[in-house]
């Protein structure tokens, strides 16, 4: 069967590439994905499982059960600080389900998009697979990995009709200035741009509270994507949801039905149970991240490398600039010679070039192993040089 040529040029994940890679290998370290280490918490599969044997295994309504609408409105207005009500929320298949499908409605073919740069490799492979055009906007060294709303204004071209917004960041680990966020948002949403927030990881904070710019900005152009995978340690649930106007959440709703019916009913009962059960477990998987990133940095100043400090998700950018190679070659390097599996800041765009990402997703003692092998390796290419002058 043909495969349409459009979709033969679509830009893979440089993850999954680092993941191939890695299983040509024995017993390799991991630090290349991001999914946590945890099981889902027991009260959360044990709900779900109770809920389905007592019958509820059929059909979902499109947008989501009701309970569990009404359970993230509630956990909208606790934690992000933000006002909806349950028709002004559509339960996803992750959040990737609802980045696709937002972008879908919100993307005119032959359009551009502005995404983070760099930003999560799938957003671009989205927008080509929907024939639009992913546009960079920096949020790289050059920008001191913030956002500034000048540099955003000036990535808008004439075919400019949405922007996406990430914060916590993946792949840097930066979280925003809400300022900053609110700023970018109302610079867009004055132009008719609509603004799509990926909040994957908003939970997932060390520094400061969690912030939804939703909070401060209401606009029929400000949709914000959410996920269970980050926070409760399910991602293979598949179970996100999008916050947006009520008309758009009804057609994102009639428009994920052709593909995916709706989100499984098992991971929607165990979603509502995530919710409305305790909380304890998040906050204890929090406080696991956060150390396993002071334990990071520490191995890193000690050993005299920079990185970009992470203020929330579960990833760490190192920098290897001083190493003489590129991304994909010392990344490469580092699978063949040390049996440690990153990914190479390009696959997250430019401005990931001459950084590497690790995830602190692994067991601490896999995280602090493989970085020490990280600076082994760069102290080695460095003395290389450093003989060959």
Known sequence: MRVRPHLLETPHSGIRRMADLASTIDDPIELAGGDPNFTTPGHIIAGAAERSSAG?????????????????????????????????????????????????????????????????????????????????????????????AGAVEAAITPDTTALLLNSPGNPTGVVFDPADLVE?????????????????????????????????????????????????????????????????????SLHQEPVVSSAATISMHAAAVALEGPQDCVGEMVAAYEERRNKAMALLDAEGIGYVRPGGSFFIMVDIRDSGLDSWSFATRLVEQHRVVIVPGLA??????????????????AILEGLGRVAETLHELKDRDRAAV
């Open 184 to 252: 970018v948002t109302e610079m867009a949403t004055r132009r008719g741009i609509a603004v799509i927030s990926d909040e994957a990881y908003d939970e997932v904070v060390f520094d400061r509270e969690p912030f939804s710019v939703a909070s401060q900005v209401r606009s029929d152009l400000l949709l914000s994507v959410y996920s269970f995978s980050k926070t409760y340690a399910m991602t293979g649930w598949r179970i996100g949801y999008v916050v947006g106007p009520a008309d758009f959440v009804q057609e994102l």
């Open 56 to 148: 509820s295994t059929g059909y979902a309504p499109g947008e989501g059960f009701l309970e569990l609408r009404e359970a993230i409105v509630a956990k909208l207005g606790r934690v992000n600080g933000v006002t909806a009500t349950p028709d002004e929320v559509c339960v996803t298949t992750g959040a990737c389900g609802g980045l696709f499908t937002s972008i879908m409605l919100a993307v005119e073919p032959g359009s551009d998009m502005l995404v983070p740069d760099p930003g999560w490799s799938n957003y671009a492979a989205m927008i080509h697979v929907l024939g639009a055009r992913a546009v960079p906007y920096p949020v790289d060294a050059s920008t001191d990995w913030r956002l500034d």
């Open 348 to 365: 997250f765009g430019q401005g990931g070039e001459g950084f590497v990402r690790v995830s602190l997703a692994a067991a601490p003692e």
